[in-house]
């Protein structure tokens, strides 16, 4: 299993500009996240997803857009990008069944908007 | 909702000192707890969890950790640390079960290790 995987690893964008974020999950995960990273503030909430078909915003929603039309695919979009979105972006998935179910990251993606 | 706390933001110890940090969270129901690793430019790892039963719960590469319910906290544990251990530590909790939705993170604790 590849686990959770990300692209691109890194991308530089203008003000103003969108892009999409992709993570796919091969592990049959219901639960997908999207997390920001910043320095010193640990990960903060964007989305998140507990099937197909449904998403939920997190903690720090403004400024994005997801959709979850698979099991393995949790695609953000950011589609006015500003300086505020620089940061390290983490995709994570997780299974919900009994006990504590950890989540599984992907490698990250490091945003620049300049 | 749930908040998470981290105090100790950066330690520096020396190779083979013991390690504690410190995790408290303030939601007072059912929790799950877990302390997830993040080494320099790699993504999280989870390090060890807690989900019922003994509250001293061991996980990967020596580390453990203590649930105390009355004090809300979770408190991360090594006996003697390595330079491999360098890395930034972060506590998570998710409220179980009804939302078992959310993960809350603290804030991080960066840990260097000196040989």
């Known amino acids: 299993n590849a686990g959770v995987t990300q692209t691109p690893k890194f991308r530089i964008l203008k003000i103003g500009q969108s892009m999409t974020l992709q993570c796919t999950q091969d592990?049959?995960?219901?639960?997908m996240y999207w997390y920001r990273q910043d320095p010193g503030m640990g990960l903060k909430l964007i989305y998140y997803?507990?099937?197909?078909?449904?998403?939920d915003k997190g903690e720090v929603p403004n400024g994005y857009n997801v959709s979850r039309s698979t099991t393995e695919d949790f695609p953000l979009r950011l589609e006015l990008a500003a300086p505020s979105q620089t940061s390290v972006y983490f995709c994570?998935?997780?299974?919900?069944?009994?006990?504590?179910?950890?989540?599984?990251f992907g490698p990250g993606t490091r945003l620049t908007v300049t | 909702a749930q908040s998470v706390s981290q105090h100790n933001h950066h330690v520096i110890l020396s190779e083979a000192a013991s390690l504690e940090l410190g995790c408290n969270y303030s939601?007072?129901?059912?929790?799950?707890l877990f302390w997830y690793v993040q080494y320099p430019g790699q993504h999280l790892q989870l390090l060890l969890k807690y989900f019922s039963g003994d509250p001293l719960v061991k996980g990967i590469k020596g580390f453990e950790a203590e649930f105390i319910k009355s004090k809300f906290s979770f408190n991360l544990r090594k006996p003697s640390v390595q330079w491999s251990d360098t890395a930034e530590y972060f506590c998570a909790v998710n409220n179980a079960p009804n939302t078992g939705n959310q993960f809350y993170f603290g804030t991080g604790t960066s840990l260097t290790v000196i040989p």
């Open positions: 994570a998935s997780s299974y919900k069944g009994v006990g504590a179910y950890e989540q599984y």
């Open positions: 592990m049959n995960h219901n639960y």
């Open positions: 997803s507990v099937g197909a078909g449904i998403t």
């Open positions: 939601y007072g129901g059912t929790v799950n």
